[in-house]
Nanobody, 122 residues
Framework: KLQASGGGLVQAGGSLRLSCAGS????????MGWFRQAPGKERELVAT????????NYADSVKGRFTISRDSAKNTVYLQMNSLKPEDTAVYYC?????????????????WGQGTQVTVSS
């Protein structure tokens, strides 16, 4: 099970930190990441991270503003989001799978959290 938290309403330019805690599986050995889905749009990559914290992938739209990290001891992945923009408004989902390396394709990930809403006002 993956449990995401930390979403909310923030003004443009603000920050939020999302967390996703895994349980029931050895998620410390899994690739983990974040995807998002805005209203009327398909789900898209935000960032992914290898099981050991290496090989970071970011969507071009969030590079330099978002940082993905993980605490394997806590089976938790984080997404620090700074300089938020209205176009970052979406439901953010955490994902995980036992992969050899972090990938950018949502279909590679079998385990998904329930999603947390992020709303950025202008």
């Amino acid at each position: 099970k993956l449990q995401a938290s930390g979403g909310g309403l923030v003004q443009a330019g603000g920050s939020l930190r999302l967390s996703c805690a895994g349980s029931g599986r050895p998620f410390s050995s899994y690739v983990m990441g974040w995807f998002r889905q805005a209203p009327g749009k398909e789900r898209e990559l935000v960032a992914t991270i290898n099981w050991n914290g290496g090989r970071l992938n970011y969507a071009d739209s969030v590079k330099g503003r978002f940082t993905i990290s993980r605490d394997s001891a806590k089976n938790t992945v984080y997404l620090q989001m700074n300089s938020l923009k209205p176009e970052d408004t979406a439901v953010y989902y955490c994902a995980a799978d036992l992969l050899s390396r972090a990938t950018t394709f949502e279909h590679d990930y079998a385990y998904w959290g329930q999603g947390t809403q992020v709303t950025v006002s202008s």
